[in-house]
């Protein structure tokens, strides 16, 4: 049954891609209206998301949500789509991690896959790479993934106890899940669940809110909550053809318990410990042009970045893990060029490099730390630091550091008294 299922659902996405006709469309899954793929898709992706992205790509979409929307991307991160479809979560997750990111789509579907490599080179996506395998059985190493996001696909699998294993698995320690699915606000009737044309439908295997956070914390992940995002209305003209095997008296009393949702969770995070994994300790000349490469591929400017600029604290164990850098300014000083290699941005090295640095500042006697950021404002807070606006930096700081003119005006400034 398992195996029937598996091609019933890669047949009615093969026509869907080929005849254009999306998963709930006419020739579909669903049944003969395209109004009801539109009661799923539609109005999930804002124009300025899928610019410069295929023309047709935003049409052949089959997803129930937005998950690269709600998921935090950052640059440098490795993500991976499950059952990536024509591509267009993959496309939009390898902007938002950059040239230094990567974007892994997988999909079981030739025609699927056909059409996302096409899209790809339409778009000149370069990090951006498409595999051929089941959601099951994911062919990428362990630990070797940041985000794993998925659009209305899980839903589809008739053994997701063995996808979220498999998402455990690939996941680095302090992964996460961004998951758009549907699910159910209560159980379906039995006969819903034992038909294929709803099971490829992306209704009969949608799991319970409850069951989908209880199969998640058994495989080990944190933090995991539902999140609804669209509740669908089952008695419309167009959205009784996503329910064909359904009586009006069933639609009426399975009403409102249809819905979309965003999926979190994390994998917990594996913690180094400094002295026993890594040590922290001054950079010397040496160490430079490690310390601009770091910044380079996290995206971050590595202007005036130099030995005689500042004291910069680096976290190495053999390779540079981190690095933290402190320009005195009487006795204020300027936090910068704040990086972490991903494959260790999960690790308390970021942590432990910021309590290290305030540990060294209050004791040569500085009182006021400022800096600078785009991408870590919410660490700092965790340690005091407030909100101010830039022109509340000194001056002199802001004319002596190279950042006052690098930075550009959307970093946050910040604040904290020592």
Same mark, same amino acid.
């Given at each position: 049954m398992n195996e029937e299922i598996r091609e019933q659902v890669r047949q009615r996405y093969a026509k869907a891609i080929t005849t254009r006709a999306g998963c709930c469309g006419s020739s579909g899954c669903c049944g003969d209206s395209r109004d009801a793929t539109s009661v799923i898709t539609g109005n999930l992706y804002q124009d300025a998301e899928v610019?410069?992205?295929?023309? @047709? =790509?935003? +049409?052949?979409?089959?997803?129930?949500?937005?998950?690269?929307?709600? #998921? @935090? =991307?950052? +640059?440098?991160?490795?993500?991976?789509?499950?059952?990536?479809?024509? #591509?267009?979560?993959v496309l939009l997750s390898a902007k938002r991690v950059g040239p230094t990111g990567k974007a892994y789509g997988l999909d079981m579907t030739d025609e699927m896959l056909a059409e996302a490599n096409a899209n790809k080179a339409k778009a000149g996506m370069t990090n951006a790479e498409f595999l051929k395998g089941h959601i099951e059985d994911i062919p990428l190493p362990d630990g070797s993934v940041d985000v794993v996001v998925s659009n209305c696909v899980i839903n589809l699998s008739v053994d997701k106890d063995q996808v979220f294993r498999e998402i455990y698995r690939v996941l680095k320690p302090g992964g996460r899940v961004a998951v758009s699915d549907i699910v159910t606000t209560k159980p379906l009737p039995e006969g819903v669940r034992k038909s294929l044309l709803a099971w490829s439908g992306c209704v009969a295997g949608a799991l319970t809110s409850d069951e989908y956070i209880a199969k998640l914390t058994g495989t080990g992940f944190e933090e995991a909550e539902v999140v609804v995002t669209r509740v669908y209305d089952l008695i419309s003209p167009a959205a009784k053809e996503l329910a064909p095997w359904a009586s009006a008296a069933e639609l009426e009393e399975f009403n409102g318990s249809l819905v979309s949702a965003f999926i979190r969770a994390k994998k917990p995070t594996r913690a180094l410990r400094a002295g026993t994994d890594y040590t922290i300790r001054a950079a010397g000349g040496e160490c430079f042009p490690a310390i601009r490469g770091l910044l380079e591929r996290s995206d971050l400017t590595a202007a005036g970045v130099s030995a005689d600029r500042g004291t910069y604290y680096l976290a190495k164990?053999?390779?540079?893990?981190?690095?933290?850098?402190?320009?005195?300014?009487?006795?204020?000083?300027?936090?910068?060029?704040?990086a972490v290699e991903p494959a260790f941005r999960k690790t308390r090295i970021g942590q432990t490099l910021i309590e290290h640095v305030l540990r060294q500042m209050r004791e040569g006697g500085c009182v006021t730390a400022y800096v600078l950021t785009n991408t870590a404002e919410s660490l700092f807070a965790k340690y005091g630091f407030r909100k101010i606006q830039r022109e509340q930096i000194p001056g002199d700081i802001l004319t002596s550091s190279a950042l006052g003119t690098a930075c550009p005006a959307s970093c946050v400034s910040m604040c904290l008294e020592l």
């Open positions: 610019e410069g992205l295929p023309q @047709n =790509l935003l +049409a052949t979409s089959l997803g129930c949500g937005n998950p690269t929307a709600l #998921g @935090n =991307l950052y +640059a440098g991160e490795t993500v991976l789509d499950l059952g990536s479809g024509a #591509g267009l979560d164990s053999g390779e540079l893990l981190g690095v933290l850098g402190v320009e005195r300014y009487g006795q204020a000083s300027l936090l910068r060029s704040f």
